[in-house]
């Protein structure tokens, strides 16, 4: 076993990373070792980068040259709340080593010269901003891996004598490309901010917010309700000076010990209205009570919209009633706000003959743009009630390809006195399925006037033992 | 106190009672329609043809296995209540009975002439989301109906439960169907309660083998009103009409035309 990750004591006490636990030990012999638990590490990095974004929204956790990647956070407009960058960067890193936590952080114009400075910057510039513009010459002075570059390219560099990212400005771009690949002036570029680089926010970025800091923590699920009433006012005020609404309403709560709970609502047409847009949120937050865990408090909301879209206002008709349309889609957002998008949904109507995919449920809200199907060939009977799973039954029948005569289903017989059919359904071939059979359904009554839909699965010369199946009833 | 006097007198007291009872004004108007259940005179209530808005109704039938004619009964009972002005039918049903029962399956709604599109769907965990869900599509102005499937005899719907869906509905002219299963019928507030079973079907043309329209043996148990009677009933195009088993059969009928048309269908069955 060799050490992996090392806090300020142990480096003062002479130890270091890759060294074996043995001779750790020995120079040291009250070392305290916990062993490696990457998965729970990966989670609680991405806890602590998700609730950064009370910060600035835009966080993501980019790379992998570090064990468990780097937390890269986009601060665009946002250091003025702060009192500019530098105060920005203080408390982000204060609020973090108040944690008990190592830091180090800066702020460039790119990711790369960013990384560099937090990494490789020298005591005195840790912690520094650099202004637009200064990357080339901040990063020249500092050692080739600030690039982030593998192990094998900076030894490489360095059997060449590149030892400082200065040493490579200049250099016949197409010599380093032939030897090194094409990894390492990508880099250079990246650094330099000649090269673009994407990141990836954690978390879903809302084109509006309304927000609200608390001096004092907040615990009380009342008191978030209070505040969602609040906020949910000021960003459809917001909304409603832009003449906008929106459709995704994303809750986030920031607790004190840093973790963030983030929750999201789908209106089943775009809204600005506060109470609606609060009460979405209450039923969703009732919905998770027994997972509702302030900690030691909160001591930030936000809340954000997505999927934004222009919402003129609308006039009602003197004569006119309530909007039934809109009266409808405020039902089915309570509805689902409470018991998920699954919980209402409509039939839609997909081209195929195989029955149980013919018909899908489709939730209400959040519905798909493609185009509705029209209804399948109405001539065929169908059933008014469908199992969503064939039920076996044995059938008898009068001769070995004809109709049911008798059924066994769920223990109780049945005689049956009228049948129609076969409908012939084939199998879709070009769908992948093991040996799937033709089917052959048949609407059977019995003699009370029940009626059933059956189908044999398999012809008999498909299949030795064809199967019988109820798949629905009819009224 | 003379005649008029005192049919005066009742009126009001009955009048009264309705306001306190918080009964929907169609029902009084199927109590003054009076006539119900003889059958001659033309302006008789008809109470599966004409079912008015904002009432509970419970639709009972014996078996888990006669759900097919439950809902249809049900969903042919609200049907006329849909209008442009209120689209939506909402159906509920708990999610684990969708194994025993099945899905309402919208390419065969067509049979009972209502769009796919007008049905919501709502699958919930619990009797009481359930519940809640309903209440709250009562308050809707969009919705014609609210149709719950609920098999068994969950502890949450009980009297209580059916008042306050029925209070909700008389304020707000939506319907309520409970499709409910077994044979025991507990206590309710319903309005209206109906007993369906399946009946066989009539004959279709060209095809002696095969069953025609979707019949249902109905009656009416109990309603707020005071009407009772029983049907065999037939989905025609474009609703229920009732059939006359004993003409079908080419039985003599009762001089009397006392016989009440499910006997005879009764009989027909055993014999």
Not at chain 1, 18 to 38: E, F, H, I, K, W
Not at chain 1, 168 to 182: H, I, P, V
Not at chain 1, 401 to 420: D, H, I, K
Request: net charge neutral; aromatic share 8%.
């Amino acid at each position: 076993m060799r050490l992996k990750a090392l806090n300020r004591a142990a480096l003062e006490a002479g130890l270091g990373e890759g060294q074996t636990l043995a001779d750790a030990r020995a120079l040291c012999p009250n070392l305290v070792s916990r062993p490696m638990d990457r998965g729970r590490l990966m989670e609680a990095f991405g806890e602590l980068a998700d609730w950064l974004s009370a910060f600035s929204p835009l966080v993501a956790i980019h790379g992998v040259v570090a064990p468990m990647g780097d937390i890269v956070m986009d601060i665009t407009g946002v250091s003025h709340l702060f009192g500019g960058e530098a105060g920005l960067l203080k408390e982000v890193t204060a609020r973090l080593e108040g944690e008990g936590l190592s830091v180090s952080g800066a702020i460039a114009d790119s990711v790369g010269a960013a990384w560099a400075l937090s990494r490789f910057g020298k005591s005195e510039t840790l912690g520094r901003v650099l202004a637009p513009g200064g990357e080339e010459e901040a990063l020249a002075e500092l050692p080739v891996m600030a690039l982030r570059l593998d192990e094998e390219t900076s030894a490489g560099l360095a059997t060449m004598g590149l030892k400082r990212v200065g040493q490579l400005y200049g250099r016949d771009r197409r010599a380093l490309k032939a030897r090194f690949g094409e990894g390492l002036l990508v880099r250079l570029d990246q650094a330099l901010g000649i090269a673009g680089e994407r990141i990836v926010p954690r978390l879903p970025a809302p084109e509006r917010v309304a927000e609200r800091r608390f001096g004092e923590p907040i615990g009380l699920v009342d008191d978030v309700l209070a505040t969602i009433a609040d906020l949910a006012r000021r960003l459809c005020a917001e909304l409603e000076a832009a003449r906008e609404g929106a459709q995704t309403f994303h809750l986030f709560l920031y607790r004190v010990d840093h973790k963030l709970m983030h929750l999201a609502v789908n209106a089943a047409s775009a809204t600005r209205e506060a109470p609606h847009v609060a009460r979405l949120i209450a039923h969703r937050l009732e919905r998770l009570q027994t997972d509702f865990d302030a900690g030691f408090g909160i001591d930030m909301m936000r809340l954000g919209a997505t999927s934004v879209s222009r919402l003129d206002e609308t006039q009602l008709g003197v004569f006119e009633g309530a909007d039934t349309r809109l009266d409808l889609d405020r039902f089915y957002d309570r509805v689902t706000s409470r018991f998920g998008p699954a919980a209402l949904s409509r039939s839609k109507f997909a081209d195929t003959h195989i029955p149980e995919r013919a018909v899908t449920l489709e939730p209400v809200v959040a519905r798909t743009g493609d185009a509705p199907q029209a209804m399948p060939d109405a001539t065929q009977p169908r059933p008014l009630r469908l199992l969503p799973v064939p039920e076996e039954v044995t059938v008898v029948a009068e001769v070995p390809e004809g109709p049911p005569g008798r059924m066994q289903w769920r223990r109780v017989s049945y005689r049956f006195s009228r049948v129609s059919g076969p409908e012939r359904i084939g199998v879709e071939w070009w769908r992948p399925g093991e040996g799937a059979l033709t089917r052959d359904y048949y609407v059977a009554e019995d003699d009370e006037g029940r009626r059933f839909w059956l189908f044999r699965e398999g012809l008999y010369d498909e299949t030795r033992q064809p199967r019988w199946f109820v798949h629905g009833f009819f009224a | 106190m003379n005649d008029a006097q005192r049919s005066g007198t009742l009126a009001r007291l009955k009048d009264r009672i309705a306001k306190l009872e918080n009964r929907p004004v169609a029902a009084g108007a199927i109590a003054s329609a009076g006539g119900f259940g003889t059958r001659r005179g033309a302006a008789r209530f008809v109470p599966w043809r004409q079912a008015p808005a904002g009432l509970v109704h419970e639709v009972w039938t014996g078996n888990l296995r006669d759900a097919g004619a439950g809902l249809g009964f049900a969903l042919g009972l609200v049907r006329p209540l849909l209008t442009p002005a209120r689209p939506a039918i909402v159906w509920l049903q708990r999610q684990f009975e969708a194994a025993e029962t099945g899905l309402a399956y919208g390419a065969g709604l067509a049979v009972l002439g209502i769009e796919p599109e007008a049905i919501v769907i709502g699958r919930m965990k619990q009797t009481g989301e359930l519940l809640w869900a309903a209440e709250e599509a009562l308050g809707c102005t969009g919705v014609a109906a609210v149709v719950a499937d609920i098999a068994g005899y969950p502890r949450a719907l009980d009297f209580t439960a059916t008042r306050r869906l029925a209070l909700r509905a008389a304020r707000t002219g939506v319907s309520v169907v409970l499709v409910r299963y077994g044979p025991e019928k507990p206590a309710s507030a319903a309005f209206m309660r109906w007993q369906v079973s399946p009946a066989p079907s009539g004959k279709r043309a060209f095809d002696e083998r095969a069953g025609g329209a979707a019949r249902f043996a109905v009656s009416l148990e109990r309603s707020g009103s005071g009407l009772r009677g029983n049907w065999l009933l037939e989905w025609q195009d474009d609703g229920f009409g009732e059939i006359d088993a004993d003409a079908e059969r080419g039985a003599r009928k009762a001089a009397s035309g006392a016989v009440v048309p499910v006997l005879g269908h009764r009989l027909s069955r055993t014999a």
